[in-house]
């Protein structure tokens, strides 16, 4: 059965801190493997990682992937307030199939 | 830009009764359309996709059915509620060559 396996669970941390976010999965007919952001409503998406090794930023945000040992890391420096959210993982199998991981909560507190 | 519109935001409906939830689509044609449910705590669950007109794949066996009558309209409907049909459903596309997903805003759906 395909599955992603997000950890920690949750999470709390002050302003400043550095977090690290992690997701391993098995799935079948790996295409990508997609992080995302969940506030309030519709998740927004952060990163899509199809390459082993290869770092992708975005501010104070960055993701790699490592098709090897079948895992992600989704890192946040200096977190702020409103980087407060459910960090989603997903991976996108051949076929038009997203397996989302039941998700990170993200509380940072000032 | 694609836009997805979802209607209603919010939805408190018996047990037992009819179920339609409307997913538009704007800025694209010929795009894949999914639905996604979301319980309580736990991450998003594919529920159907479609890659076209009235094509629906169906991925978790449940009271629930899709129907794509054009292109950019994607419906998810029940005939009869469960309490465990409450959840956070949201409507989602993906266009070939672009990356990532485009959400809807969801519908919060609490059965009672």
């Known amino acids: 059965e395909d599955k992603v396996v997000q950890s920690p669970l949750s999470l709390v941390v002050h302003e400043g801190d550095t977090v690290t976010l992690n997701c391993s999965y098995e799935v079948t007919n790996f295409r990508s493997l997609l992080w995302y952001k969940q506030e309030k409503k519709a998740p927004t998406f952060l990163f899509m990682l199809t390459s082993s090794g290869i770092e992708k930023k975005s501010g104070r945000l960055s993701s790699i992937l490592d098709k090897k040992e079948l895992f992600s890391i989704l890192n946040i420096t200096a977190t702020q307030t409103g980087d407060s959210a459910i960090y989603l993982c997903?991976?996108?199998?051949?076929?038009?199939?997203?397996?989302f991981g039941a998700g990170t909560i993200l509380r940072v507190k000032s | 830009s694609q836009t997805i519109h979802q209607w209603p935001a919010t939805l408190v409906q018996p047990v037992g009764s009819p179920l339609s939830l409307e997913c538009t689509v704007e800025?694209?044609?010929?795009?894949?359309l999914y639905w996604y449910r979301q319980a309580a705590g736990r991450g998003l669950q594919l529920l159907f996709y479609?890659?076209?007109?009235?094509?629906i794949s169906s991925e978790v066996p449940q009271n629930l059915s899709a129907s794509r009558p054009q292109d950019r309209q994607f419906i998810l409907s029940s005939k009869k509620l469960l309490l465990s049909d409450s959840g956070f459903y949201l409507c989602a596309l993906t266009n070939r060559g672009r990356e990532g997903y485009t959400f809807g805003s969801g519908t919060r759906l609490t059965v009672v």
């Open positions: 800025g694209t044609s010929n795009p894949n």
């Open positions: 997903a991976v996108e199998e051949y076929g038009n199939k997203l397996v």
């Open positions: 479609s890659v076209g007109i009235g094509q």
